[in-house]
Every structure is written in C-alpha cells, then in structure tokens.
C-alpha cells in the first residue's frame, strides 16, 4: 500500500517562501511520477507541478517562483515556494502516478494525500 503524507504547509505574507514535503511509502517511489495539486475554497483542484525521474513540468501560473525537486533516497518530493501570492492560498496535495510527466488531470493520479494548509496573507 502506498501512503503519502504532506508537510510543511503554514501562514506566511506576501512575497514570503515555504517548502512543502511529501514523504512516500513504498519501494517503487523511483518509477512515479510525483506532483503537487492545489485546491482554493470553492474552486476545483488545479495543477500546480510535477516531475518524473528525468522531466519537469509546471504551470504558467508558479513557473519561476516554485520549483519541484524528488529524493529518491528519501523516497521525498519538495516543492519549495518563493515569492508567494496570496492567490497561492489553499490546500495543496501530492499525487503519484504511472503516467508520464505532463499528464495534469487530477484523475489520472492514483495515490493522493491528505493535503497541507497554505495561506498567504496580503
């Protein structure tokens, strides 16, 4: 069974930074691909990036200020957020999926976790 928990979430102003964390359970952590979804209050869940063991791909909408990076060590995908908007604001998930990067429907991802709070104030 794979499990995914998120971490690292939190308040933080305009222009600040965070780093999101997602530890993976499992022993083919190498062979997904990983991804962070987010999800504002009343809007659908919307891709934000992901990476596979050689690609990356990232919405326009984050593209020079989040950056995706894995451990495959660590079994670990971060996320680390720069020059944060409050539009950034919502809970942002990690996904894992067999499919190849540049697959952006959330549907297509097959594990999910739980989702950390991020919030960033004006």
């Known amino acids: 069974q794979v499990q995914l928990t998120e971490s690292g979430g939190g308040l933080v102003q305009a222009g600040g930074s965070l780093r999101l964390s997602c530890l993976v359970s499992?022993?083919?952590?190498?062979?997904?691909?990983m991804a962070w979804f987010r999800q504002a209050p009343g809007k659908e869940r919307e891709f934000v990036a992901a990476?596979?063991?050689?690609?990356?791909d990232a919405a326009d909408s984050v593209k020079g200020r989040f950056t995706i990076s894995r451990d495959n060590a660590k079994n670990t995908v971060y996320l680390q957020m720069n020059s944060l908007k409050p539009e950034d604001t919502g809970v942002y998930y990690c996904?894992?999926?067999?499919?190849?990067?540049?697959?952006?429907?959330?549907?297509?991802?097959?594990?999910w976790g739980q989702g950390t709070q991020v919030t960033v104030s004006s």
């Open positions: 996904a894992a999926s067999f499919s190849p990067v540049g697959v952006r429907s959330p549907g297509l991802y097959t594990y």
């Open positions: 499992g022993r083919t952590f190498s062979s997904y691909t």
């Open positions: 990476i596979s063991w050689t690609s990356t």
